[in-house]
């Protein structure tokens, strides 16, 4: 009776998770393995179109003979570069017609041709004509054969499916697509990305956690650039930074801070002298990376406020009495209790920073030093129209996570044990 | 240590003063007043007298009283010294003074003795500045958004700076570029689209993970552990790596263009969290509750809907509020599957407009005005469901 009950249970549990899993499964886990196969596939964006056997057909009226008539077909394989198999025709004609001189390929019964043409090579062309003639002596109603439409048919190996492959995208990922530019890149991104939206995040939750008029508006203020759509933010602050009549070079000139206006997104390097160091500091990413921290450090702040309003508040009460000051407080305290969350912050932002692509896409397009691997997969995949490329770049990709998460792992794991 | 203090904590409140005014004269800036110079020096010799002033005057005058003259002082001397400038202007300066004098009412000559004062005078400080530094720079892309939206081409080229807006004019002209989006963009169409896509999002996520966060939280099979950790790992899953093949396979099944395929991919990407959310809330639904269902011989079905739905409506809202908000604000796969203008939605058409370099940049700034407004409409409005789905689904972003 009870091993019933668990077998209902059971029952019950997969049907009502099969939909979920099915639609993720689908969705999620069998493109990151297409995304493997076709990696390893020299494939363009063209060649995904299944290539098809065409024809078009042109009628013929033959002079002075107006019970007979000429039909061409003009066949082709839309592809060019696969080849279709056993390639099958059919059309239908009124029922008077007689053919004349039947192509060995083909058959002609109850008014209906039938051909068969084999093979086609990829590119393949032909003229097929046909003459007929109506047995009763009636004349011919062009109109009412054109409206009539052959059917083809053949098989075709979808370029996807076959199994040649090849490591040469790899290659050309590995080493010829700057890829230690391109990682750099990713890696400053990422990297700045991440560390400036937590300690932004930090000094937020750390202000808001203070009493003060207005603090729950102050709150949700401060989430306003992550909730906002990318699009609208990414083109607000492209007006704002516009070289020639942004908002920010505006002001920056009418106050005589600057003499000409700053390309804050289209210029690569801009030349920083410090002491007398000349230092050469990637502009447009530096920008790219600024609103990265200006669009997702409220998210830090979201989680770090949680934390920090957790801390026990006698912690703080039995440092007035040891008489600490607050910046012992911050440090001694606060600081501590906010470290877990923080390397969890850090991983979880790590990992999307490294895959963010639309906020560089809309702000520079990957021009001007910006190019971080997301970008190159679309670059690749359809600027390029390299689809096996971009395929390898995403699995590159996906392996540098992997790498990331098993060494941060443990790392942490590590520090958990020295704890 | 009194004599450090007290310039420390002059100089402090100074820079904070400076800031403050700084912003005034920014936004004073905008309204098309020429001021070419912050005058820092003055400011900060101003500003400086004035905490010293403060402190020394003590509590001999009622702060009121205090508060008022230091400020007259400073704005006559601001009209004075630096240049004369309309009367909002001033008004605008003098309450800047109130409110700076009045913070530092509370520090004395006999709080400056106290161990860490200076300290907690810069954590103070630190906070206020904090708080205003960055509402202004939240708050000021989307200013600028809103006030672009409503210029005029040829006003936005001859001064970049003017963010005045004339509400004399006729409301024609004042909306005129919300006007030309939706007559000649087809707004209206992308707003459809786009709530379409969204709000169906949010109805098959849920039809799809209110049974299987169910599942999850109450019922025992064969590979439940698994399934609840890899709903976490596969959420971590990021879309680039999936964008190339759903590109190859939506185009082999003709899925592209179409509202289906948006609807399959942001429902697939959003169900992992889903599922998440809910069953952590249904774990916390009393067990009895459906022990009784049971015994009224209530199939799985009557239980979702009779007992698990409505107990769980806030847990529900927060994650159908998060997954419009996804879906609404998406742009990636809008970007990859959408070429054809018929079916593009709200995001994707901002895009392809702002393709064209010769679309004025009123339009875009309007039609990023319409893609913000109803997401942030709805967070502050229901920020507290809101807020619980971002915290919850926060590793998505």
């Avoid at chain 2, 992308?190 to 999850?216: C, E, M, R």
Wanted: include cysteine.
């Amino acid at each position: 009776m009870n091993d019933t009950l668990a077998n209902t249970e059971k029952k019950t549990a997969y049907i009502l998770t099969l939909p979920a899993v099915l639609l993720v499964f689908s969705i999620i886990l069998f493109p990151i393995f297409a995304n493997i196969w076709i990696s390893f596939k020299e494939v363009e964006l063209k060649d995904i179109r299944i290539p098809e056997p065409r024809a078009k057909k042109i009628i013929k009226s033959i002079s002075d003979e107006p019970t007979k008539i000429k039909i061409l077909y003009k066949l082709r394989n839309s592809s060019l570069i696969q080849e279709i198999r056993d390639v099958s025709f059919q059309d239908n004609f009124p029922k008077n017609f007689e053919i004349e001189n039947l192509d060995p390929r083909c058959s002609y019964e109850n008014y209906n041709l039938k051909c068969e043409f084999g093979n086609w090579p990829a590119k393949y062309r032909e003229n097929f004509q046909v003459k007929f003639e109506t047995n009763d002596g009636s004349k011919i109603d062009k109109k009412n054969l054109k409206s009539i439409k052959p059917k083809l048919d053949g098989k075709s190996d979808n370029i996807l499916l076959n199994t040649n492959f090849t490591l040469k995208n790899f290659k050309k990922v590995l080493f010829e697509n700057e890829f230690i530019d391109l990682l750099l890149t990713t890696f400053y991104y990422t990297f700045f990305g991440t560390v400036g939206s937590i300690v932004f995040g930090i000094l937020t939750a750390q202000m808001v956690n203070q009493k003060f008029y207005g603090r729950t508006f102050m709150r949700s203020v401060l989430l306003f650039p992550y909730v906002a759509p990318v699009v609208a933010l990414a083109y607000t602050w492209e007006l704002l930074l516009d070289p020639n009549s942004g908002t920010l070079n505006s002001l920056l000139l009418n106050y005589q801070i600057i003499e000409t206006p700053i390309n804050l997104l289209g210029q690569k390097y801009i030349e920083i002298s410090i002491l007398g160091f000349d230092f050469k500091l990637r502009l447009a990413l530096t920008t790219v990376i600024m609103f990265e921290i200006w669009r997702y450090f409220p998210l830090a702040f979201l989680f770090i406020l949680a934390r920090l309003q957790a801390i026990p508040k006698e912690l703080y009460e039995a440092a007035d009495v040891d008489g600490a000051s607050p910046f012992q407080k911050f440090f001694n305290i606060t600081l501590p209790q906010i470290t877990a969350v923080i390397s969890i912050l850090f991983m979880i932002r790590f990992i999307w920073n490294f895959n963010k692509f639309e906020d560089v896409f809309l702000l520079t397009g990957g021009a001007s030093g910006t190019r971080t691997l997301p970008i190159n997969v679309y670059q690749q995949g359809f600027a390029i129209s390299d689809i096996g490329m971009g395929s390898a770049v995403s699995i590159v990709i996906v392996v540098l996570l992997l790498m990331f998460m098993f060494f941060y792992f443990k790392l942490l794991g590590k520090r958990v044990d020295e704890n | 240590m009194r004599t450090k203090n007290t310039i420390l904590f002059s100089l402090i409140s100074t820079f904070f003063l400076i800031f403050l005014i700084s912003i005034w004269k920014i936004l004073a800036t905008l309204q098309g007043l020429s001021i070419n110079s912050f005058n820092i020096e003055i400011i900060f010799i101003f500003g400086f007298l004035i905490s010293l002033a403060h402190l020394g005057v003590g509590d001999r005058i009622k702060s009121i009283y205090k508060s008022i003259i230091f400020s007259s002082i400073f704005v006559f001397c601001d009209g004075f010294l630096i240049q004369k400038l309309p009367i909002w202007y001033n008004v605008g300066v003098f309450l800047i003074l109130y409110f700076f004098t009045n913070k530092i009412s509370k520090y004395t000559f006999i709080g400056l003795k106290e161990e860490h004062s200076t300290q907690v005078i810069l954590f103070d400080f630190l906070t206020l500045f904090g708080i205003l530094f960055f509402s202004f720079v939240i708050l000021f892309p989307f200013y600028m958004m809103l006030i672009t939206s409503f210029k005029t081409q040829i006003a936005l080229l001859v001064n970049p700076l003017d963010f005045s807006i004339n509400f004399g004019q006729d409301i024609k002209d004042l909306f005129k570029s919300y006007f030309v989006i939706f007559k000649s963009y087809k707004f209206g169409k992308y707003i459809v689209t786009s709530t379409i896509v969204s709000v169906g999002t949010v109805i098959i996520t849920l039809l799809f993970a209110i049974p299987a966060a169910y599942a999850v939280a109450r019922l025992n099979f064969f590979g439940k552990t698994f399934l609840s950790t890899s709903i976490l790992i596969i959420y971590m899953f990021p879309a680039i790596v999936l964008v190339i093949p759903l590109y190859t396979i939506f185009s082999q099944l003709g899925l592209r263009n179409s509202i289906e395929g948006l609807l399959i991919v942001y429902t697939a990407t959003t169900l992992p969290v889903a599922i998440y959310m809910l069953q952590g809330y249904f774990k916390s639904i009393p067990k009895e509750l459906e022990e009784a269902a049971i015994l009224d011989k209530l199939s799985w079905f009557g239980i979702i809907t009779k007992i698990i739905i409505p107990l769980s409506i806030p847990a529900i809202s927060s994650v159908a509020l998060y997954v419009f908000m996804i879906a609404w604000n998406e742009f990636l796969f809008s970007l990859m599957f959408l070429d054809n203008p018929n079916s593009f939605t709200l995001s994707r058409a901002i895009q392809y407009l702002s393709g064209d370099a010769e679309t004025p940049r009123q339009y875009l700034m309007a039609g990023s005005v319409v893609v913000t407004l109803p997401v942030l409409f709805i967070f502050v409005y229901f920020e507290k469901y809101l807020v619980s789905g971002l915290t919850a689904g926060s590793v998505k972003g």
